[in-house]
């Protein structure tokens, strides 16, 4: 029995250091608050619903020997990641619930900017192993708005989406037309990009 509880013990530990790790280091810029600009390599962390285990910050180094420091969202006003699998990437802090959030911009569609953050749920499964899913999550702002508007959420459904745009988009019926008719989270951002028929 011992040596039971002893192995399941082990298969948890292993789970919780699988979702704590942070994303890659890629090529990349950060644009400080302060003005200055650090260009080298940088790490930012997987945004996640559930409990965060290690750091939540965001890492930057010259190189791969150099040493690593560490910015609060409040000191970072954007980055800009390379990558050989999805090109060069922008990523502007934002205030997603009263907090500062680093989204990804997606599209910029007259004054409408659309942005996305890849967010990580991890579910409990047999014998307290945990597993994780990543799911898109989408967001808005126009220019005069101080704070992104959540279109698109993790954990929840379409009837959801289409709720939020029809609240967001109630003067462009192109946009609330297009949302009527997605049935999957995928399809929802060429919904959104029909805004630009109500420019």
Known sequence: MI?????FSILVLLSVTAVSQEAEWLSGTLFVTDGSVKSGMVK????TKSIRIGANKIAFKLDENA???RFKNSEIASVILNSEAHGSAKYVMVIVDKKPALLKEVDIIGNLT????NMEINHAGAYGIWFSNNYNELFVKRTNEKAVFEI??????INYFKKQVAAYFSSCTAVVKAAGQVAKKADALPALQKYASCL
């Open 3 to 7: 040596r039971r509880l002893g192995f």
């Open 114 to 117: 659309i942005y996305s953050r």
């Open 152 to 157: 698109l959420s993790a954990t929840r459904g």
């Open 67 to 69: 040493k690593t420091e």
């Open 44 to 47: 930012i962390p997987q945004p």
